[in-house]
T-cell receptor
Framework: GENVEQHPSTLSVQEGDSAVIKCTYS??????FPWYKQELGKRPQLIID?????GEKKDQRIAVTLNKTAKHFSLHITETQPEDSAVYFC????????????FGTGTRLTVIP | NAGVTQTPKFRILKIGQSMTLQCTQD?????MYWYRQDPGMGLKLIYY???????DKGEVPNGYNVSRSTTEDFPLRLELAAPSQTSVYFC???????????FGPGTRLTVT
């Protein structure tokens, strides 16, 4: 099955700085890549996703880039704010079924005021 | 809409006990899922359903069972609880298979 690796496992940034989280995947058939934010003790929230027919997608301060050749994708958060502090998960899917959506192990982002 | 609701929020079981985690959604979604999240780990799929009467195994189904008699409800049954089933369980639903937008609040289960 798919293997999704996520780095770093923890990340601390000063408020206002940018944060970048990277994921790699193993299955070249994967073509859907969502990102989730999970605040402490809360449910995961889908914050952005990208399909393989585009290389980049942006939503306000959040952007995701995809490099299918290298099999990696990244989450970029600009102008970070304390409320961005959370655990972020990437995932990859070949869209053939729910049992083919695999999650990374998460990145704990801390934004220091 | 209440979205996806789960009960209970917390539960402590003794080894060998059984229980059912309840999940309900009011968005008329065909797709529903059960995930478990172990500390410091991502989500792992236990079971999923593509519609009433249809269920299938995910990555980690052993020790669990599900049923889907209605569109709204997708209960998860634990038989003979084991310490390895200590985890946080999330139910979810979606319009599109594998684009999962709606998670329940989670059930924190401890088996001792």
């Amino acid at each position: 099955g798919e293997n999704v690796e996520q780095h770093p496992s923890t990340l601390s940034v000063q408020e206002g700085d940018s944060a970048v989280i990277k994921c790699t995947y193993s299955d070249s058939a994967s073509n859907y890549f969502p990102w989730y934010k999970q605040e402490l003790g809360k449910r995961p929230q889908l914050i952005i996703d990208i399909r393989s027919n585009v290389g980049e997608k942006k939503d306000q301060r959040i952007a995701v880039t995809l490099n299918k050749t290298a099999k990696h994708f990244s989450l970029h958060i600009t102008e970070t704010q304390p409320e961005d502090s959370a655990v972020y998960f990437c995932a990859a899917s070949d869209q053939t079924g729910a049992n083919n959506l695999f999650f990374g192990t998460g990145t704990r982002l801390t934004v220091i005021p | 809409n209440a979205g996806v609701t789960q009960t209970p929020k917390f539960r402590i079981l003794k080894i060998g006990q059984s229980m059912t985690l309840q999940c309900t959604q009011d968005m008329n979604h065909n797709y529903m899922y059960w995930y478990r999240q172990d500390p410091g780990m991502g989500l792992k799929l236990i079971y999923y359903s593509v519609g009433a009467g249809i269920t299938d195994k995910g990555e980690v189904p052993n020790g669990y069972n599900v049923s889907r008699s209605t569109t709204e409800d997708f209960p998860l049954r634990l038989e003979l609880a084991a310490p390895s089933q200590t985890s946080v369980y999330f139910c979810a639903s979606s319009y599109i298979l594998d684009r999962i937008e709606y998670f329940g609040p989670g059930t924190r289960l401890t088996v001792t």
